[in-house]
């Protein structure tokens, strides 16, 4: 629900700056996700968001509200997001002020400089100090906006870097950027669409989106992204990067761990998502993971690489045991895993086991071990309802990995990508430059000296580059000789 303090009788728009109108986050039905039984929210994108287009600081700091302060401080050392943010400001104190502010230019020869009513001096004096100086002497004040959305749709793509890889960065961009604001008309259109439905603005902030009746889109993460997609008539199915585990499963798993004196995790790397793990563990309570005296996967050659480079990015000691194969169509994972899982709890002493598994087949273990607690982790697609039935009889807990927080996980994807690219190049491109050069000489009949070889060499070999086309087909270029 958005609560807006009016303004007092007789001040309508001489009072109005950025920071006088106070919208709260008090719940509204539409921002409520499943009354938060499987998730928390999160809050990274809308606090970059909320910065980026102007929210004052002063939200920042309540406790109540959705953005939160350590994103707006952090955002603050930037450049390029101070001057993106202090433009927004400035276009939309002109937009609620616009007929005020152009009186005031027109009959009384004033200049931005000398409004301060209406125009915050402080974002003027911070782009300055930016390296932006957008007063100008005999102006007229649509030519102003028109300025702004120019440096706007110029400067925005140097922000891209502070949202996650997996936003769609058009979508986001285009709230920036004002339709046909390059143009007096186009100006004048985005003015009476705010104007008419300010209210309906998050923090009544100027942003480029279709108005309507929808609570506060910077609630939350979740509400935000899952609003941008829509308005590009797309939508967002990936939950676990906006959102969070709730408390009660968090406080399960704490709970179990801290009623264990030697829990040990063990992963069937066949029937889990890396990554989604990776966020498991970086997203519970540091403290308690140390009850955990290792977490040990059973890792099928056929596999991804990502299981290797687990260890880079998780606080826990990692086991690695790749089981080769006898018959090329039959994993030994379930089978090895079981057996170690069994030697853990006789000759290790380990008394707590966390499965990290969507397969059914770890039912005999944990039948096979009843004086053992266990706590298994699957993912909600993946595993059938008579497994979770069967849990569920026994009192086991169980929770989802893909509910954990994965927004933030994006350093260990990119690492498996790279590595995974640099093996397929090691293997599909081989190419020796010096070979290739003694070919073309025997080839060609040249007789060259060392010095016109070199020469030839530096010119053409060496800057050699790749040159991928529309179809993703890649050659190799040599520099043109004419």
């Known amino acids: 629900m958005n609560i807006v303090i009016p303004n007092l009788p007789n001040q309508t728009d001489q009072t109005n700056q950025i920071d006088q109108t106070i919208q709260t986050n008090q719940p509204n039905p539409a921002d409520q996700p499943e009354a938060n039984i499987f998730y928390n929210n999160t809050y990274t994108v809308v606090s970059t968001a909320a910065y980026l287009i102007g929210v004052p600081e002063r939200i920042f700091q309540s406790e109540f509200e959705s953005p939160r302060q350590e994103v707006f401080d952090r955002l603050e050392k ?46 003027l004096t911070q782009l300055s100090q930016d390296g932006i100086n957008i007063i100008k002497s005999n102006y007229k004040l649509v030519y102003y906006i028109i300025d702004i959305n120019r440096l706007i749709m110029d400067r925005i793509n140097n922000c891209k870097d502070f949202f996650p890889v997996w936003l769609n960065w058009q979508y986001l961009r285009d709230i920036f950027i004002m339709p046909d604001g390059l143009t007096e008309e186009g100006t004048r259109r985005a003015a009476d669409l705010y104007y008419m439905n300010k209210n309906l603005y998050p923090y009544r902030m100027y942003i480029n989106w279709p108005p309507s009746e929808q609570g506060n889109i910077l609630y939350n993460d979740k509400k935000f992204v899952t609003l941008l997609y829509q308005w590009n008539h797309d939508s967002f199915e990936d939950l676990s990067k906006v959102s969070d585990a709730s408390f009660r499963t968090k406080s399960n798993i704490y709970r179990f761990l801290d009623e264990s004196e030697n829990a040990v995790v063990v992963v069937d790397c066949e029937n889990s998502d890396p990554y989604k793990l990776c966020a498991v563990l970086n997203h519970l309570d540091q403290e308690m993971l140390e009850k955990i ?42 089978i090895r895993l079981t ?71 994006q350093e260990i994807v990119i690492d498996a990508l790279v590595r995974e690219t640099r093996k397929y190049l090691d293997f599909t491109v081989r190419l020796n430059v010096n070979d290739l050069m003694d070919h073309v000489l025997a080839a060609t009949r040249a007789n060259l000296t060392d010095a016109e070889k070199k020469a030839f060499f530096d010119k053409y070999i060496k800057p050699m580059h790749l040159h991928i086309d529309d179809n993703g087909d890649v050659k190799i270029e040599l520099n043109p000789w004419k």
């Not at 433009?87 to 007929?99: A, D, G, P, V, W």
């Not at 502010?101 to 915050?120: A, C, H, R």
């Not at 480079?309 to 006898?326: A, C, D, F, G």
Request: net charge negative; proline share 3%; charged share 25%.
């Open 293 to 334: 005296t290792r977490i040990i996967l059973f890792d099928d050659v056929h596999t991804t690489d990502a299981w290797a480079i687990l260890q880079q990015y998780v606080s826990v000691p990692i086991e690695h045991n790749v089981i080769e194969r006898i018959k090329q169509n039959k994993s030994l994972v379930d």
């Open 339 to 409: 057996a170690d899982a069994c030697k853990e709890f006789y000759q290790n002493k380990a008394d707590s086991f966390i499965i990290v598994s969507s397969d059914s087949d770890y039912w005999g273990l944990i039948s096979a071990l009843p004086d053992a607690s266990f706590l298994v982790m699957i993912e909600r697609e993946k595993c059938g309802p008579d497994m979770k039935s069967a849990l569920a009889a026994s009192g086991i807990f169980y929770c989802f990995i893909d509910d954990f927080y994965s927004g933030d996980s």
């Open 78 to 123: 930037e450049k390029s997001a101070r001057i993106i943010r202090n433009l927004c400001i400035l276009r939309t104190s002109i937009e609620r002020n616009f007929k005020n502010i152009n009186d005031k230019m027109q009959f009384e020869y004033k200049g931005l400089l000398s409004l301060p009513e209406y125009i915050p001096q402080d974002a």
